[in-house]
């Protein structure tokens, strides 16, 4: 079991490029989640997916944040036109019946 | 709606003493799960206990907690702290049949020789 996947591990981009990050969750797992991480905010939600529909997204930054979960082994976020708001650690988790979420390492995104 | 509450952005500590973080919760829900996650430095949050059964200590590594429904609490306790503790510990909550978990701002405790 490797656990779940990220990448890229780091991306930076240039203000107001597009970053795709991508999600592998753990085989099995029903529920796929994205959080934003930084010293200010915390721990924020973004997003969850439930047997790859798209279930909470009351986290999500309107206008330029999408989420989609194409098929069971995949997630991907996108931002468009990023902002250096926009750095972050961006984590994803997954979940099965037991709620227990697991973290994958996340992708470190700067904005410059 | 759900909410988390960590009083403490940081607490400091000197090995050896004892440490509790407190977590208090708002949920609609009659039965909900509660759960503490601990963060070490440059790594991702992972579960360190969970529960869902009203006044029953659950354990692991060390660490305990009970949680209360009548308080709405679900502190977290170690009878010593050691240098190894020292990461950012997030109190969270979710409802029954609810995979969305809700997580408070979290508490830093560092722990010095």
């Known amino acids: 079991n490797a656990g779940v996947i990220q990448t890229p591990r780091h991306k930076v981009t240039g203000k107001g490029q597009e970053a795709t990050l991508w999600c592998e969750p753990i085989?099995?797992?029903?529920?796929v989640f994205w959080y934003r991480q930084t010293i200010v905010q915390g721990l924020e939600f973004l997003t969850y997916f439930r047997n790859q529909a798209p279930i909470d997204d009351s986290g999500m930054p309107k206008e330029r944040f999408s989420a989609q979960m194409p098929n069971q082994s995949h997630s991907t976020l996108k931002i468009q036109s990023t902002q250096p708001q926009d750095s972050a650690v961006y984590l994803c988790?997954?979940?099965?019946?037991?709620?227990?979420?697991?973290f994958g390492p996340g992708t470190r995104l700067t904005v410059l | 709606g759900d909410s988390v509450t960590q009083t403490e952005g940081l607490v400091t500590l000197t090995e050896g003493l004892p440490v509790m973080l407190n977590c208090t919760y708002q949920?609609?829900?009659?039965?909900?799960?509660l759960f503490w996650y601990v963060q070490h430095l440059n790594e991702s949050p992972r579960l360190l206990l969970k529960s869902f059964t009203d006044n029953k200590r659950t354990e692991h590594q060390g660490f305990h907690a009970t949680l209360h429904k009548s308080s709405s609490s679900f502190h977290l306790q170690k009878s010593s702290a050691q240098l190894s503790d020292s990461a950012l510990y997030y109190c969270a909550l979710t409802g029954t049949g609810g995979y969305k978990v809700v997580f408070g701002s979290g508490t830093r405790l560092l722990v010095s020789p």
């Open positions: 085989s099995g797992h029903s529920a």
């Open positions: 988790a997954s979940s099965e019946s037991s709620y227990e979420q697991y």
């Open positions: 949920t609609i829900y009659s039965n909900p799960f």
